[in-house]
């Protein structure tokens, strides 16, 4: 499992360099606030997202045209999900991360040990990617890096142990507390 790591981390940090220039140049003027790696519950496939305040300003609108309103842009969900987000490598012509993902569905181990080698792996590849200026043109007190895991038990752990150690600490704080009185404001 260490080697094929070891070899996946490589490939993943040349695709997602690719996909991140090429996702940052598609968004052109719109200001870029979050960008995740995004797995699923067996981490067998990979994508990258990226959300800029426009586009959750035309998710909102269209969730209070479509849905019963009262959504802003603080709508955690919206503003944190990265399944509700305007841009992903799929915008790309040809994603770099699909090969990679294609390493991770014929591994042969999907074991809890082989997941969380995945999630340090994707967290050290976004991490390579921010210390090589990747993002330097957003301001880092207003980008969140991290990584996410869609419909599984863990999501929210693995998202705040990701952005804990790829975000300055204010950064990190204001994701941390993301969800905090949701479940007041539900009731």
């Known amino acids: 499992m260490e080697h094929f790591f070891e ?11 690719s996909d991140c220039a090429g996702l940052i140049k598609h968004i052109g003027a719109e200001r870029l606030y979050a960008v995740a790696l995004v797995t699923d ?3 067998g496939s990979v994508y990258l997202g990226m959300n800029t ?8 609108e269209y969730y209070n045209r479509e849905m019963d309103g009262g959504y802003s842009s603080d709508h955690p969900t919206l503003r944190w999900m990265p399944d509700e987000w305007g841009y992903s490598d799929s915008d790309l012509g040809r994603s770099c991360l699909v090969e990679v993902s294609n390493m991770l569905l014929n591994r042969e181990d999907y074991s ?3 997941r969380a080698a995945f999630y340090e792996t994707a967290t050290q590849a976004l991490q ?10 957003i301001p880092r007190s207003s980008l969140t890096l991290f990584v996410s895991v869609t419909d599984d038990d863990e999501t929210e752990q693995v998202e705040d142990y990701s952005a ?6 204010e ?5 941390a507390e993301r ?3 949701i479940e007041d404001a539900e009731e």
């Open 179 to 181: 969800f905090d009185g």
């Open 128 to 137: 390579k990617l921010d210390e090589e200026g990747v993002f330097a043109s």
């Open 112 to 114: 809890d040990e082989s």
């Open 41 to 43: 519950s067996d981490a």
């Open 171 to 175: 950064v990190y704080q204001q994701f």
């Open 7 to 17: 070899k996946f981390q490589k490939q993943l940090v040349d695709a997602l360099r």
């Open 164 to 169: 804990k150690l790829l975000n300055p600490q």
């Open 53 to 60: 305040e426009e586009s959750l300003q035309r998710r909102v």
